[in-house]
Nanobody, 123 residues
Framework: QVQLVESGGGLVQAGNSLRLSCAAS????????MGWFRRDPGKEREFVAA??????????ADYADSVKGRFTISRDNANMVSLQMNSLKPEDTAVYYC??????????????WGQGTQVTVSS
């Protein structure tokens, strides 16, 4: 059974940092794109960052404009992805979801999702 488990969320003040981690199990995700999305209550789910791994290096990393220069996605191995979030803003407050997909577009039928971890940034 495939599982994606996020960790590292919490409450921080604006300007501080958090690091989210996601551990996947149940299969090897070496050829999958792994990434992060977020959802604030009442809003649509929003893409944050994604990466494709090529064995020993990041093949590519993509970011939403709203987090470029502040967030960094890393791929520790085929089944682990992290998100370093610096200079956090109150508008970064959301539930953050880890995703692993065989589709670069994260089509629902090809994507596994974690349960989410809450990130709250106070002003």
């Amino acid at each position: 059974q495939v599982q994606l488990v996020e960790s590292g969320g919490g409450l921080v003040q604006a300007g501080n940092s958090l690091r989210l981690s996601c551990a996947a199990s149940g299969r090897t995700f070496s050829t999958y794109v792994m990434g992060w999305f977020r959802r604030d209550p009442g809003k649509e789910r929003e893409f944050v960052a994604a990466t494709k791994w090529a064995g020993s290096y990041i093949y590519y990393a993509d970011y939403a404009d709203s987090v470029k220069g502040r967030f960094t996605i890393s791929r520790d191995n085929a089944n682990m992805v992290s998100l370093q979030m610096n200079s956090l803003k109150p508008e970064d407050t959301a539930v953050y979801y880890c995703a692993a997909s065989s589709s670069a577009a994260f089509q629902e039928e090809n994507t596994y999702w974690g349960q989410g971890t809450q990130v709250t940034v106070s002003s």
